[in-house]
Nanobody
Framework: QVQLVESGGGLVQAGGSLRLSCVAS????????MGWVRQAPGKEREFVAS????????NYASSVKGRFTISRDRPKNTLYLQMNNLKPEDTATYYCAIGRGRYATSETDFASWGQGTQVTVSS
């Protein structure tokens, strides 16, 4: 069974940056898509970004496109999310996720999630 541990969250002012990391352990996830989803208080969980099994294909929610960059290091079983120009509406708990297959384009394409890391953006 795979375990996902996120890190890198915190409190930042609007316009600032954060880099989230997620380390997968227990088995290799190099043949599966990975991604990030987030959930704000009182809201449903939403898709943020995904990267294909090879790392060559990425997808982003329209709300973060151009500001966030997802990447992965397959040998290290690690996923990243570089978040720039953060906005108060980005405040949420961010969860790392493993896809059901080699590609993922929505929240329903994920099968496993970590415990999450909190991101708070002040105005």
């Amino acid at each position: 069974q795979v375990q996902l541990v996120e890190s890198g969250g915190g409190l930042v002012q609007a316009g600032g940056s954060l880099r989230l990391s997620c380390v997968a352990s227990g088995r290799s996830v190099s043949n599966e898509a990975m991604g990030w989803v987030r959930q704000a208080p009182g809201k449903e969980r939403e898709f943020v970004a995904s990267v294909s099994w090879s790392g060559t294909s990425t997808n982003y929610a329209s709300s973060v496109k151009g500001r966030f960059t997802i990447s992965r290091d397959r040998p290290k079983n690690t996923l990243y999310l570089q978040m720039n120009n953060l906005k108060p509406e980005d405040t949420a708990t961010y969860y790392c996720a493993i896809g059901r297959g080699r590609y993922a384009t929505s929240e329903t394409d994920f099968a496993s999630w970590g415990q999450g890391t909190q991101v708070t953006v002040s105005s």
